[in-house]
């Protein structure tokens, strides 16, 4: 484990009584976490749903996907979004999860789709057939629905891009907060950077650091509720994220943040 993680929790152990009083220590302890999921016969049951394809299951394997699951507090009849889905790897997982009284939302950006047009609705629809599936394409600014829609946000490896693609993350966060019920989550699984590079330098390396995304969620009204560190021997975080020999192999992080109750 790299000192980085205990100094995070030292940094805010020193923080004002106010901040201190929702310090959090990171997770490393991966093996507890992952027999912590393994117990959860509603992610048993996602992971290994028939339906899904070998791409997918292959892509577990990079993911720590049951973690990612666990973390996100997703349950079944959630109402959910997934950022920056993509071709639907989590989204799809989390339709199972959430089940028939549920619901997921996959978001791309118009720009993505313009890039890949794969992800148009009317192509993805013909493959993602499931039924509590439905599809919002907005940009990084403009992703928006009533208040309270959601249960959970997620944003799987998505958020530097929000930064990359310079989009207004502080604006963006101030949707998601209003769209997330009380009491709900919002889960950022992302390669971790050196919190010391600029926001800017860590979005051209495609990172995003966990305590820099941690404040800005916090700024955004949510209170941080768990911090996961997933160490690489191979990873200084300060490459990008394709170059060889890190491609595949990043620190990375899950940060969950809640929505106050009313």
Known sequence: ?????????????????????????????????????????????????????????????????????????????????????SNGYLALLFSSLVGPKGHVDIHNTPGWIAQ?????????????????????????????????????????????DVITEGGDFELMNKHIFTMVKPGGYVMVEDHDADPEMPIEKQGFLHRVSHEDTTEHFTAAGFKPVEVILFDSKSDDQKFNVFRPGVKGRTDHFIAVFQKPPN
Not at 39 to 52: C, F, H, M
Not at 118 to 144: F, H, R, Y
């Open 116 to 160: 890949f047009p794969w992800q148009a609705v009317d192509k993805q629809s013909k493959v993602i057939t499931n039924p509590n599936v439905g599809w919002k394409i907005a940009s990084w600014n403009e992703l928006e629905a009533p208040a309270n829609t959601y249960d959970v946000v997620t944003l799987g490896r998505v958020y530097h």
């Open 1 to 85: 484990m790299k000192m980085r993680a205990l100094t995070f929790a030292a940094l805010l152990a020193l923080a004002p009584a106010a901040v201190a009083q929702d310090a959090l220590t990171p997770r490393t302890d991966l093996e507890a976490l992952r027999k912590e999921a393994a117990a959860d016969k509603n992610i048993r049951a996602a992971v290994g749903d028939p339906s899904r394809t070998m791409e997918a299951r292959l892509k577990d394997q990079t993911r720590d996907i049951e973690i990612i699951l666990k973390a996100s507090r997703a349950k079944p009849g959630d109402r959910l979004l997934d950022i920056g889905s």
